[in-house]
C-alpha cells in the first residue's frame, strides 16, 4: 500500500518485493477492464492505492460495448436486497457520470426520459399490472398509461397498443462512451493498465492471495479482484469452491438509422424486445437471452425475433436501414444475481456476476467494493451478494462448473 492509502490492514496483504524477472507489484490487480474492473480501479486510485489491470484483450470490447445501456432498476420484478442495490446504484448516477465528464472532458450522454413497457396482449397486460401492483406496494414510483396515453408519449407506437407501465426513473446512458471515459480516468489517475494480460491463475503464499499468473508472466499484489466477466469461472483458483458460478449469457443486438429525428424520446420494451434511441441518431435493439457458451455470433433466429419485436411496436420501422449488429456475453450467475466482495480465501475479491445489470450497477459497485477494499468493512448493501450464498450448493454438487 502507498503513502497516503487509507488503513485495511484487514483485506491487504503487503507486496513483497518483486522476487521474479520482470514481476510488477501493486496494492491492487483487477482481472478484466470491463466497466466493472475500470469503474472499481478509477475510486481505488482515487484513494491513493496504486492499482494494475490485467487485460485479457483490450479494455471495453466485451460486455460493456454490447450493452443497451439502460438504467433500469424497476425493469424486472425485483425485490429485497437486489432492489435496494439496484435503487441505490441508479440514485448514484447523475453524480457519477457528471464527475467523470469533469474529469475527462468526455461525454457519456446519460438520458433521463423514463421507460415505457408496453401491453399488446392479455398475457402482457396481466404480467405489467402484477408488476405494477407489486411496484406501488413497495412505495416505487410506476405510473399505468392506457394505449392513448403511451401513443401521446411515443407519437410513432403501433396504435394497437393496449397500456403498461411508464417508469420515470429509468434512465440509459451511452455505454459506448461511458466505458471509454472510464478508461481515460483510471489512466489520468495513474491506474496501470497492461493489454494482452490473460491472467490464468491466482497466486497464493500462506494461505492469502498474493498475486495472479498471466500469460505474460506473475504479478504481484496485495490483492486480487476478480472482474473478468463471463470468463470469471475461468480463472484458477487453489480450492474449487472459490471458483463462482458464472457462465456466458448470449444477447444478440442491432442498430437501425432512426426514420427521422425526434422519432422516439425514450427506452420502450414490451414483453418481446426493447428500443433505445441512440445520441447519434439511432436505435438499439434487444436483446436475446441463450445459453450457448461463448459464442457471439448473430443468428438468423436472434436477428429475426429483434425485428419482429421491434415491428411490434413501431410499424414504421419496416423500411429503417439495418446499421449494425453484434452479440455480447452477459456474465450470468447460477441465482441471476451480482457475486461481491470477500471470498474464503483472503485478498482475494469478487465483482462478478452482473449479468443483466452491470452497467446499472457500476456506481454502486465500484464505491461499495472501494469501500470494502479501503476499510476493511463489508457496506450493508453488498454484504447479502457475497460467494459464500453458494456454499451449501456447491458442497451438494447443485452448481454446475463451480
Ligand atoms: C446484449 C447485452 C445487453 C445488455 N444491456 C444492458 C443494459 O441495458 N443495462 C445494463 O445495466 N446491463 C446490460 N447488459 C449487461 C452488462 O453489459 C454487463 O453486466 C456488464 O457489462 C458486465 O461488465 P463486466 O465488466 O463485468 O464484464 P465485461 O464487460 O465482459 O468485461 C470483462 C473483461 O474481462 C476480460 N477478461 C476475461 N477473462 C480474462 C482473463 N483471464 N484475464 C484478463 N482479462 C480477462 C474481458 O476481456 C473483458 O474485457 C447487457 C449485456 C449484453 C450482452
Known amino acids: 500500500m502507498r503513502k497516503g492509502a487509507p488503513a485495511c490492514a484487514s483485506v491487504f496483504a503487503t507486496p513483497q518485493p518483486a522476487p521474479e524477472k520482470g514481476m510488477s507489484t501493486s496494492d ?21 492505492l496504486t492499482v494494475t489491470i490485467l487485460e485479457r484483450h483490450v479494455p471495453g470490447k466485451e460486455a460493456s460495448w454490447a ?9 424486472e420484478l425485483s425485490e429485497g436486497a437486489f432492489l435496494h442495490l439496484c435503487l441505490e ?15 475527462t472532458g468526455l461525454q457519456c450522454y446519460h438520458r433521463e426520459a423514463g421507460t415505457l413497457a408496453l401491453a399488446f396482449t392479455d398475457e402482457d397486460e396481466a404480467e405489467f399490472r402484477h408488476i405494477y401492483a407489486r411496484q406501488r406496494a413497495d412505495g416505487l414510483t410506476v405510473e399505468w ?36 471515459a472510464l478508461e481515460q480516468a483510471c489512466r489520468q489517475r495513474g491506474v496501470e493498465i ?21 500469460i505474460l508472466g506473475p504479478y504481484d499484489a496485495g490483492l486480487v479482484v476478480n472482474a473478468a466477466g463471463a470468463w470469471a469461472a475461468s480463472i484458477g483458483v487453489p480450492d474449487p469452491a472459490l471458483r463462482p458460478p458464472v457462465f456466458p449469457v448470449r444477447g444478440q443486438m442491432l ?7 425526434g422519432f422516439l424520446s425514450r427506452a420502450v420494451r414490451s414483453p418481446r424486445g426493447y428500443l433505445v434511441p441512440r445520441h447519434d ?29 421491434a415491428r411490434e411496436l413501431f ?12 452479440a455480447g456475453l452477459r456474465p450470468g450467475s447460477a441465482d441471476h444475481h451480482p457475486i461481491l466482495g470477500r471470498t474464503s480465501l483472503d485478498g482475494y475479491l469478487l465483482a462478478v456476476g452482473l449479468f443483466r445489470n452491470g452497467l446499472l450497477l457500476t456506481p454502486v459497485v465500484s464505491a461499495r467494493l472501494a469501500e470494502l477494499i479501503t476499510t476493511g468493512n463489508t457496506p450493508e448493501v453488498i454484504a447479502p451478494f457475497t460467494l459464500a450464498r453458494f456454499a451449501g450448493e456447491v458442497a451438494a454438487g447443485r452448481i454446475p462448473g463451480a
Not at 67 to 75: E, R
Not at 89 to 103: C, G, M
Not at 315 to 326: D, N, V
Request: proline share 6%; net charge negative.
Open 255 to 261: 442498430a437501425l438509422t432512426l426514420p427521422r429525428p
Open 194 to 214: 497492461v493489454t494482452g494480460a490473460q491472467v490464468t491463475a491466482v497466486r497464493v503464499a500462506d494461505g492469502r492471495a498474493v498475486g495472479v499468473e498471466t
Open 89 to 103: 446504484s441508479n440514485a448514484r448516477y447523475p453524480a457519477f457520470r457528471a464527475a467523470l465528464e469533469e474529469e
Open 281 to 309: 441518431g439511432r436505435l438499439f435493439l434487444g436483446a436475446t437471452m441463450e445459453e450457448v457458451g461463448f459464442d457471439k455470433r448473430n443468428t438468423v433466429w436472434g436477428i429475426a425475433k429483434l425485428l419482429a419485436g
Open 145 to 180: 398509461v392506457t394505449g392513448d396515453d403511451a401513443c401521446r408519449l411515443e407519437p410513432a407506437l403501433n396504435p394497437a397498443v393496449r397500456g403498461g407501465l411508464y417508469l420515470p426513473g429509468d434512465r440509459h446512458v451511452e455505454n459506448r462512451l461511458l466505458v471509454p
Open 315 to 326: 410499424p414504421e420501422l419496416e423500411g429503417c436501414a439495418i446499421q449494425e449488429m453484434w
Open 28 to 48: 491492487v490487480i483487477i482481472i478484466g477492464g470491463g466497466v466493472i474492473g475500470l469503474s472499481l480501479a478509477r475510486e481505488l486510485a482515487h484513494s491513493g
Open 67 to 75: 450493452s443497451a445501456g439502460m438504467l433500469a432498476p424497476q425493469g
